[in-house]
């Protein structure tokens, strides 16, 4: 199992990364190992074993609908890198 | 060539809590920006969110008023995609295993009854707001980032757009009467999505379907299924092909147009939302909450038929929203006129309502004072002409009805002592009506009438007044 420059390529772009083709190439080939070692799972007889919904064997956690005291503008805006009329800004994006 | 419009919905509806469905800020609309947030609804790296336990309940309530199968087992996904409406960089959904599956909503179409599937309902986290006042860049508010929202999908059985209109009103009106949503639209907590397409009258296979997201009226609805559906035909009768994509609904021009388009087919990439545990519901609980649900229109209007003899265009009528259900009702309990309250409420009080701009929820006066008018129309203290003002004056909030009569003078006049004074010298000052009367022509009297409430400014009591002329009139004759 091994992924082609054209997936890292797809993948990389929905993740908004940019490689070259040199590091498109490191990628495939790392990847594909990565994916060839995963694989091995498929080795597995999972005839008897219910499918994984959740990683955890934990249902319904829950909290009460009760209102909590909210951060103020200022706080919640102090980590922004820039800001405007009490907004977080960001570079202009079309409707 | 005949053509027929298919259209599914997808309807977004924010859920009333008081919490946001991960964190506990506030859920309230129209707050200052970026004043409900935390670090959960921020998107801060580490956090960990907790499920709102009244989303369920809701979203529960929700797919069992529209006929829905409740999964026992459900589970939250990750909605991956980057846009600054959500700081995670994913919105937070149901994928593969969502709360409530196959429904049915039944609408009225020109008098008959049609199903309308519903494929299934989730719950998901509403996005944030995106403001374009900034010269160089957009502004970001994160209030409704986190604000529980159902996502309800429909088979594509609608056509049309009046189906579509009928099939989101029932929608709207369902969510409403079950108390789960306040479904107002001009603040945006419900919103419909359409996809629509056409087909050759008679074909089975589905024609190629373009989407326009957030209408948010049930004209902009409308509007925009029958703008598309004719571009569509008319595209096809030039030979063209339909091309799949998102347009935009202008409402203003009136005309969709295509949004520019992704290089890329969307790809959201859900995986299970490892920070979040399954929901679990036993069929023990899904029998309670069905239980626990309140009477729903169809029912409602029935028992109107039966128990207050009312028509069934009242109760159709009466029963289209909840409040004025609740109105109804609480009227009625209190003066045992039913006719006469349906009569108010589907003619006098929808056109002040429209005329300023109000709604039943603002009304500006109670089932009390409705309950007062009406009665005094039936003591007969005013003609039903004088309350039809006297209800004016309580859109202008005058005051109660009975405030109202005796501000403006305007009741009835009860001293026959009084009324009769004023008749006997009509009936003097018109002596040919007497002489008419005598030769049997009997329209005479209506015209003495006419003296009578002219001379009283419509304040004699017809009836007693017709009564006093008569007598009057003949005591005269025999003269």
């Known amino acids: ?95 | 060539m005949e053509y027929e419009v298919v259209v599914g919905m997808e309807i977004h509806a924010e859920l009333l809590t008081k919490t946001k469905i991960f964190c506990s800020c506030p859920t309230k609309f129209g707050d200052p920006e970026n004043t409900h947030t935390c670090p959960i609804c921020l998107g801060m790296p580490g956090v960990l969110p907790v499920l709102n336990k009244s989303v369920v309940k809701y979203a529960v309530r929700a797919g069992l008023a529209l006929n829905c199968k409740i999964a026992n087992f459900s589970k939250m996904d990750r909605k991956n995609y980057f846009y600054p409406d959500l700081p995670k960089a994913y919105q937070t959904s149901q994928y593969d295993r969502p709360l409530c599956l196959g429904g049915t909503v039944n609408i009225n179409v020109n008098g008959k009854t049609k199903p309308i599937g519903i494929t299934r309902i989730h719950i998901e986290e509403d996005a944030g707001k995106l403001l374009h006042e900034s010269s160089d860049g957009t502004l970001v508010d994160v209030n409704r980032c986190g604000v529980p929202l159902i996502e309800i999908v429909s088979e594509p059985d609608i056509r049309g757009p009046e189906e579509a209109r009928i099939f989101a009103e029932k929608v709207r009106n369902t969510l409403e009467y079950t108390g789960v949503s306040d479904c107002k639209m001009e603040e945006g907590s419900i919103r419909f999505d359409v996809n629509v397409s056409v087909r050759e009258k008679g074909s089975k296979e589905l024609g190629t379907r373009t989407e326009m997201k957030n209408l948010n009226s049930f004209r902009a609805l409308e509007r925009a299924i029958k703008y598309e559906s004719k571009r569509q035909i008319i595209e096809l009768k030039k030979g063209h092909s339909i091309v799949q994509e998102t347009r935009k609904w202008d409402d203003v021009k009136g005309i969709s147009s295509a949004m520019r388009s992704k290089e890329d087919a969307q790809d959201y990439r859900y995986f299970p939302e490892p920070d979040l545990v399954p929901i679990v519901i036993s069929d023990d609980e899904i029998k309670k909450a069905k239980d626990q649900l309140p009477e729903m229109p169809e029912a409602k209007k029935e028992r109107y038929m039966a128990e207050y003899n009312l028509p069934e265009y009242d109760a159709n009528l009466i029963t289209s929203t909840k409040e004025t259900a609740r109105f109804f009702e609480s009227t009625v309990n209190l003066c045992n006129h039913p006719k006469q309250v349906a009569n108010w409420l589907m003619v006098d009080i929808p056109a002040h309502l429209k005329e300023k701009d109000l709604t039943m929820d603002t009304i500006p006066f109670s089932p009390e004072d409705l309950a007062e008018l009406i009665n005094l129309i039936q003591d007969g203290t005013i003609s039903g002409k004088i309350a039809k003002s006297v209800m004016e004056k309580m859109f202008d909030e005058e005051g109660s009805p009975k405030e109202i009569v005796e501000k403006h003078n305007w009741a009835q006049m009860q001293d026959t002592g009084e009324l009769k004074s004023i008749i006997e010298k009509i009936v003097q000052d018109n002596p040919k009506s007497v002489s008419d009367i005598a030769a049997g022509n009997k329209k005479a009297y209506g015209f003495l009438t006419g003296q009578v409430m002219k001379a009283t400014k419509g304040k004699a009591n017809p009836q007693l007044a017709n009564k006093i002329i008569r007598e009057v009139v003949s005591k005269k004759i025999d003269e």
């Open chain 1, 1 to 95: 199992m091994s992924i082609s420059n054209e997936e890292v390529t797809y993948v990389s772009k929905l993740a908004r990364l940019r490689f070259n083709e040199e590091e498109t190439n490191k990628m495939a080939e790392e990847l594909g190992s990565v994916l060839d070692y995963v694989a091995t799972l498929n080795e597995v007889d999972t005839k008897d074993i219910q499918p994984t919904e959740h990683i955890l064997p934990v249902s319904n956690v829950f909290r009460d609908d009760v209102v909590g005291t909210p951060l103020s503008n200022d706080v919640a805006l102090s980590n922004a890198p820039d800001q405007e009329n009490g907004c977080f800004k960001v570079p202009r994006v079309l409707d």
